[in-house]
């Protein structure tokens, strides 16, 4: 059976530092991957996709970039966070071409900038 | 781009209650999805149903695409089933679009 786990799980940071939050998916090769931001008490925010290996759709200009090194890998990053970039970050997955492009999350991190 | 309105906002129920949550959108699309969001943040999907109905216990799914809107029905509610409700919908297969969301409360 297919995992996705993300990490760190809650992350405080300083206005002005650095992020790299990972994701990676179990058990299935060649998944879609997603990024997607929700602001609290909100729906969700599609951030970036990505339908393969250095293959990366931006859906929102932002301070924040992505970037898929491996198959089953998926990176959020920023050089420098801003107040606005508080939020819940979450990763998902979807099987490849061909099949029902249902969407699993994974649990989820948890960003406060200060 | 597409716009997806769920209502109501909020809905609270004592447990064994009904419910039908609503999900409208605004244009032809080939991918819906329901998904419950639990407490403490976990997303989990539901229905993938663009059309048709589907099952599953004591949650069905009917989407009616051609008036462009879906309903979620919640059977015999527990507390296990409070949490936000969000419909979400896209004109491809790979990118949705996520309504606000209803938040369910359930009460013993």
């Known amino acids: 059976s297919q995992t996705i786990h993300q990490w760190p799980a809650t992350l405080v940071q300083p206005v002005g530092s650095p992020l790299s939050l990972e994701c990676t998916v179990e058990g299935t090769s060649n998944p879609n991957l997603y990024w997607y931001r929700q602001a609290a008490g909100r729906g969700l925010q599609l951030l970036f996709y990505s339908v393969g290996i250095g293959q990366i759709s931006s859906e929102v200009p932002q301070n924040l970039s992505a970037s898929r090194p491996q198959d089953r890998q998926f990176i959020l990053s920023s050089k420098k966070l801003l107040l606005s970039d508080s939020g819940f970050y979450l990763c998902?997955?979807?099987?490849?071409?061909?099949?029902?492009?249902?969407?699993?999350f994974g649990p989820g991190t948890r960003l406060l900038v200060l | 781009g597409i716009q997806v309105e769920q209502s109501p906002p909020d809905l609270i129920l004592q447990e064994g209650a009904n419910s039908t949550l609503r999900c409208n959108f605004s244009?032809?699309?080939?991918?819906l999805q329901w998904f419950h969001q639990n407490p403490w943040g976990q997303l989990i999907n539901l229905f993938y149903?663009?059309?048709g109905t589907k099952q599953n216990g004591r949650l069905s799914a009917t989407t009616v695409a051609t008036e462009r809107y879906s309903l979620l029905y919640i059977s015999s509610s527990q507390t296990t089933d409070s949490g936000v409700y969000f419909c979400?919908?896209?004109?491809?297969?790979?990118?949705?679009?996520f309504g606000t969301g209803t938040r369910l409360q359930v009460f013993p």
């Open positions: 149903i663009p059309s």
């Open positions: 979400a919908v896209g004109e491809d297969t790979d990118k949705l679009i």
């Open positions: 998902a997955w979807s099987f490849g071409v061909l099949q029902a492009k249902t969407q699993y």
């Open positions: 244009d032809s699309v080939n991918n």
